[in-house]
């Protein structure tokens, strides 16, 4: 069935707050509507529409999606770092984003759009609700402000895709329900400023990593994403104080060995600030659908493989690393002509035996070593939203940015070092920049950052146009506005420029 998912809509959708048993704090038996009845006379009530939140992460698939095929598409696939992968003639809605010849009509945009939506319809149910809980002010201002940070999260990436969008920061009354404000547009500043409140609110109510349940945000998380926003907004000084409070709560470390980061050993390390949480049950959907699935080793004949193909890193990310790098060998699976060997001991067969050269080992999860369910599509890896790895380089940005060009140095050398390489020089700020931004490019490759990154740079035309894409200045900075969502709209939303 076509999805149309208008405003009107998504003031009703997804009321059943669903929880799938997994681990850690999703491990509780599904829950049906959250009535106001509920919620004020069962305590359990709100930790559980709270659960619902979290758990809206997990769409993918090739429908409404948050971090599932549909964003690896429109973040690293149009990016520089991947290429579409699979065959020629797989799948071309990605195909029309790697190469930016797609239109209002493409079906990623949509989809992206649509589910983003839906999780912030879960976050406004939730946080309309959560006030009339029984449990103490503390409790009760946590558990909104882990709400809030998904929130904000959620409205960051939708900024960051297409500019300004509708602002729903509420559950309207039926009869607002077609009002103009939720039928247009906000400025991007305007949202903005809600991501700003929606994420302060949680550092101020969150406590600190170790004093909540793994998996729930933190105190640190709030901190880290709040930094990251203000580097995109250039406020620099916020950003370096905030990445600076994370740093110096002792709470987070670089772990040592960088592949490890992304198997189920690393999950919710001491690296970690916040990841999308996922598990086994009996239904097999306490996962991701389509995440690392997508992105898995396609065969050509003769043998099980592992995915779609989908998300190849590309040969100008495999050549941007120096030598002896020890992260390009736990980003990058390089299919060698004899046959390659995985780290948990799976040998791939030989390179006329798969589709591409190469593959993001980063969304690897084995089927042998570490939990699965059979379900391919619902692979349980942990997706790795904010790291301190990335707080470091926020840091060091911030820094050289504010004339501390020492610390800027410093911080940078700490990322170089786990990596195996020596110290970088000390440089004048507009070098260290481009240093700072080429670290960034090879910490972070494959982490659904690099597109939006290029772009704040004032970098994305210059980068794209040199890795052959119809990149067009002015234009593809961001992402059309869906046609279904504006005809839906009755053609109130207004459309990018030049689309």
Not at 205 to 220: I, M, S
Not at 250 to 258: K, V
Not at 317 to 324: F, I, R, T
Not at 475 to 496: A, D, M, T, V, W
Request: with cysteine; proline share 5%.
């Amino acid at each position: 069935m076509k999805r149309l998912i208008n405003i009107n809509i998504l003031l009703i959708c997804f009321l059943l707050m669903y929880v799938s048993c997994g681990k850690g704090f999703l491990d509780i038996p599904p829950q049906g509507r959250v009535t106001e009845e509920e919620i004020r006379n069962n305590p359990n009530a709100a930790v559980d529409l709270v659960n619902g939140v979290y758990n809206v992460m997990w769409l993918g698939g090739f429908g409404p999606d948050v971090h599932g095929l549909q964003m690896v598409v429109l973040t690293s696939i149009a990016s520089d770092e991947g290429d579409k992968g699979s065959t020629p003639q797989d799948y071309g809605p990605a195909l029309e984003i790697d190469n930016f010849t797609y239109t209002p009509a493409n079906s990623n945009v949509q989809n992206f759009w649509t589910g983003y939506y839906q999780a912030i319809a879960r976050t406004n149910q939730a946080l309309d609700k959560l006030p009339l809980s029984p449990l103490d002010d503390v409790t009760k201002n946590r558990l909104i402000g882990e709400v809030r940070f998904l929130r904000g999260y959620f409205y960051f990436n939708l900024v960051r895709t297409f500019g300004g969008v509708p602002k729903l920061d509420r559950v309207p009354k039926p009869e607002e329900a077609n009002a103009d404000e939720f039928q247009t547009r906000a400025t991007a500043a305007e949202i903005y400023d809600l991501i700003i409140s929606d994420l302060q609110f949680a550092v101020d109510n969150l406590p600190l990593k170790g004093a909540t349940p793994v998996g729930r945000v933190t105190k640190g998380a709030a901190q880290g994403m709040l930094a990251k926003v203000y580097l995109y907004r250039k406020e620099y000084q916020k950003a370096f104080d905030l990445s600076k409070a994370v740093i110096d709560s002792r709470l987070y470390d670089t772990l040592s060995n960088y592949a490890d980061i992304w198997r189920a050993k690393g999950a919710n390390s001491m690296e970690s600030i916040f990841e999308v949480q996922t598990g086994t049950s009996a239904a097999c959907n306490s996962a991701i659908e389509l995440y690392a699935n997508c992105q898995g080793i396609r065969a050509k004949k003769g043998w099980s493989d592992f995915g779609f193909g989908f998300n190849n890193p590309t040969a100008s990310l495999a050549a941007a690393y120096e030598p002896g790098d020890k992260r390009k060998e736990g980003t990058i699976i390089t299919i060698q002509p004899g046959g390659t060997v995985l780290w948990d001991g799976f040998r791939v067969p030989s390179r006329d035996s798969v589709e591409n050269d190469r593959y993001n080992y980063k969304a690897y999860h084995s089927r042998t070593q570490e939990p699965y369910c059979g379900s391919p599509d619902r692979t349980p890896k942990n997706l790795r939203v904010l790291r301190y790895g990335e707080v470091l380089l926020i840091y060091a940005e911030a820094a050289n940015e504010i004339n501390n060009p020492g610390e800027a140095l410093a911080k940078l050398n700490i990322i170089r070092k786990r990596a195996g390489l020596p110290d970088a020089p000390a440089a004048g700020q507009a070098d260290m920049r481009l240093a700072i931004w080429k670290e960034r490019r090879v910490e972070l490759a494959m982490e659904h950052d690099r597109f939006w990154d290029l772009v704040r740079q004032g970098r994305a035309g210059q980068v794209m146009r040199a890795h052959g894409k119809n990149f067009v200045d002015g234009k593809h900075e961001l992402f059309p506005i869906p046609q279904e969502q504006i005809l839906l709209s009755g053609g109130r939303l207004e459309q990018n420029p030049n689309y």
